[in-house]
């Protein structure tokens, strides 16, 4: 076999999943020169939270994030993380700006585009598949990992081999909420290797504690690309740590090549980042970091758990928090079991503390529980509670085509919405993710332009093409 490649995550997720996304754009530039001198497959560095962190709390564009990463970057590969048909936010996007966010995001410095969609509905991912080979980057298709009646070994090779049809460069296992045991990862890859072509890329994290166990047995079991996080920013509801896989595969077959040295010498730098994360509040590493093992039960990633946590103590009602986590599995259940991910995973958990604290089953139905069972996020996995369907969404006709279908283009729209605030092409896509959120942005960043220009910004105005 190979050397095992190795995607570092802690660009993204590693500060997603253990500190609220936070990590600045100049936290980051210091270590890309070191960075780039490992040999990473590829390095987790956009997508996923990082865009609504950065215009929301961190007053950065994401796009200039982007461009200066890959300017200190040269030799690595960029990868982000898609959400298919919701692109960066929250709702499904019409296919003209989902083609012209992906022709974008390629223009100015990714490389992977990993796409996933939370029902694994592959045609929520398909126009951003389409438009990513368009731009000639590599199509990575994500499959949501869950258990459920209907997610079994059969299910995900099946959908595999839908993936490797639809076109794709590579295949990854999402283990969004580490529920992927180490031999049952070792039994599907196995099963994945003989049934496919594709690369097998495998993400997890650590929340049940069993992360590094799964991406060894991964690794034996011929998994190609796994995804690791540096030290200061791993385990726990993150990645396994970089240097430890790295250090148990030294010497062996897969051996990655990466230096230990120079890993250890990254972990020292980003360590100085995680104690200001953690002084700052954004990091707490006595929950971050602790072991739970009853997500296997109750299925809740770790983002999620935080949304529960605040929805509770928002209410004063913290005294349902187990009454919440049995709850959430049956709503799950109802609801046509979907994995639980950005998205659903809100989506259900809310209905869970809703259930619990009206005293009554579905007695409040938030609209994005109604969209779910109406079918416009796409086709429920499993046999939807028809009578609880039928109690949220009354006799509404439940949509069985591409929801995206049904959507008429929205870009010339967005454009003309925001046609004040216009600087440049990108500026268009983050309205559209974050349309309440941008504008307080926009205004931030001409304050601050209007300070460094001394009052030369009217000479060097610029307008929207018609």
Same mark, same amino acid.
């Given at each position: 076999?190979?050397?095992?490649?190795?995607?570092?995550?802690?660009?993204?997720?590693?500060?997603?999943?253990?500190?609220?996304?936070?990590?600045?754009? @100049?936290?980051?530039?210091?270590?890309?020169?070191?960075?780039?001198?490992?040999?990473?497959?590829?390095?987790?560095?956009?997508?996923?939270?990082? =865009?609504?962190?950065?215009?929301?709390?961190?007053?950065?564009?994401?796009?200039?994030?982007?461009?200066?990463?890959?300017?200190?970057?040269?030799?690595?590969?960029?990868?982000?993380?898609?959400?298919?048909?919701?692109?960066?936010?929250?709702?499904? =996007?019409?296919?003209?700006?989902?083609?012209?966010?992906?022709? #974008?995001?390629?223009?100015?410095?990714?490389?992977?585009?990993?796409?996933?969609?939370?029902?694994?509905? +592959?045609?929520?991912?398909?126009?951003?598949?389409?438009?990513?080979?368009?731009?000639?980057?590599?199509?990575?298709?994500?499959?949501? =990992?869950?258990?459920?009646?209907?997610?079994?070994?059969? %299910?995900?090779?099946?959908?595999?081999?839908?993936?490797?049809?639809?076109?794709?460069?590579?295949?990854?296992?999402?283990?969004?909420?580490?529920?992927?045991?180490?031999?049952?990862?070792?039994?599907?890859?196995?099963?994945?290797?003989?049934?496919?072509?594709?690369?097998?890329?495998?993400?997890?994290?650590?929340?049940?504690?069993?992360?590094?166990?799964?991406?060894?047995? *991964?690794?034996?079991?011929?998994?190609?690309?796994?995804?690791?996080? +540096?030290?200061?920013?791993?385990?726990?509801?993150?990645?396994?740590?970089?240097? *430890?896989?790295?250090?148990?595969?030294?010497?062996?077959?897969? @051996?990655?090549?990466?230096?230990?040295?120079?890993?250890?010498?990254?972990?020292?730098?980003?360590?100085?980042?995680?104690?200001?994360?953690?002084?700052?509040?954004?990091?707490?590493?006595?929950?971050?970091?602790?072991?739970?093992?009853?997500?296997?039960?109750?299925?809740?990633? $770790?983002?999620?758990?935080?949304?529960?946590? $605040?929805? +509770?103590?928002?209410?004063?009602?913290? @005294?349902? %928090? %187990?009454?919440?986590?049995?709850?959430?599995?049956?709503?799950?259940?109802?609801?046509?079991?979907?994995?639980?991910?950005?998205?659903?995973?809100?989506?259900?958990?809310?209905?869970?503390?809703?259930?619990?604290?009206?005293?009554?089953?579905? #007695?409040?139905?938030?609209?994005?529980?109604?969209?779910?069972?109406?079918?416009? =996020? $796409?086709?429920?996995?499993?046999?939807?509670?028809?009578?609880?369907?039928?109690?949220?969404?009354?006799?509404?006709?439940?949509?069985?085509?591409?929801?995206?279908?049904?959507?008429?283009?929205?870009?010339?729209?967005?454009? *003309?919405?925001?046609?004040?605030?216009?600087?440049?092409?990108?500026?268009? +896509?983050?309205?559209?993710?974050?349309?309440?959120?941008?504008?307080?942005?926009?205004?931030?960043?001409?304050?601050?332009?209007?300070?460094?220009?001394?009052?030369?910004?009217?000479?060097?105005?610029?307008?929207?093409?018609?």
């Amino acid at each position: 076999m190979s050397k095992i490649l190795i995607t570092d995550t802690i660009l993204r997720d590693g500060h997603q999943s253990q500190a609220a996304t936070r990590m600045r754009t @100049d936290e980051m530039l210091p270590a890309c020169e070191r960075l780039d001198k490992v040999g990473y497959y590829s390095l987790e560095c956009w997508g996923g939270a990082t =865009y609504d962190a950065c215009i929301r709390f961190l007053n950065e564009d994401p796009w200039e994030r982007l461009r200066q990463l890959k300017k200190a970057l040269p030799n690595t590969k960029l990868q982000m993380l898609l959400r298919g048909q919701n692109l960066l936010g929250y709702r499904p =996007y019409s296919d003209d700006v989902v083609e012209f966010f992906v022709q #974008k995001a390629c223009e100015n410095g990714i490389d992977i585009i990993r796409c996933f969609d939370a029902l694994n509905d +592959l045609r929520n991912m398909q126009t951003a598949v389409k438009a990513t080979k368009k731009a000639g980057k590599l199509a990575e298709i994500a499959m949501s =990992y869950t258990k459920s009646p209907v997610h079994d070994e059969d %299910y995900f090779v099946r959908l595999a081999q839908e993936i490797e049809q639809m076109g794709a460069d590579i295949i990854c296992i999402k283990d969004m909420a580490n529920l992927l045991l180490p031999y049952d990862a070792y039994s599907l890859i196995k099963k994945l290797k003989q049934h496919t072509k594709l690369p097998i890329h495998i993400h997890t994290h650590n929340t049940t504690g069993t992360g590094a166990m799964v991406l060894l047995k *991964s690794v034996e079991a011929g998994a190609d690309i796994i995804d690791t996080c +540096l030290s200061p920013l791993a385990s726990g509801t993150s990645q396994p740590a970089t240097e *430890s896989i790295v250090a148990a595969l030294a010497g062996q077959e897969r @051996d990655s090549g990466l230096d230990l040295n120079l890993l250890a010498d990254l972990a020292s730098y980003f360590r100085t980042v995680a104690d200001r994360l953690t002084a700052d509040g954004f990091r707490d590493p006595g929950r971050v970091l602790a072991v739970d093992v009853k997500t296997l039960q109750y299925q809740v990633p $770790g983002g999620m758990l935080s949304n529960l946590i $605040g929805q +509770l103590k928002a209410a004063n009602a913290m @005294d349902k %928090y %187990y009454d919440v986590l049995a709850e959430v599995p049956r709503v799950r259940e109802d609801f046509g079991f979907p994995p639980l991910v950005t998205p659903t995973s809100q989506i259900v958990g809310t209905q869970a503390v809703m259930n619990v604290l009206y005293g009554e089953r579905y #007695k409040m139905v938030p609209n994005e529980s109604k969209g779910l069972l109406r079918g416009e =996020y $796409g086709k429920l996995p499993g046999k939807v509670n028809e009578e609880v369907r039928r109690k949220c969404i009354g006799d509404a006709e439940v949509i069985t085509c591409r929801f995206a279908d049904t959507l008429p283009p929205e870009l010339e729209q967005l454009k *003309s919405e925001m046609r004040q605030w216009y600087q440049k092409d990108e500026d268009v +896509l983050t309205y559209a993710m974050f349309p309440k959120v941008a504008p307080k942005f926009f205004e931030y960043r001409q304050a601050q332009q209007m300070k460094i220009d001394s009052g030369m910004l009217n000479k060097a105005e610029k307008t929207m093409p018609v």
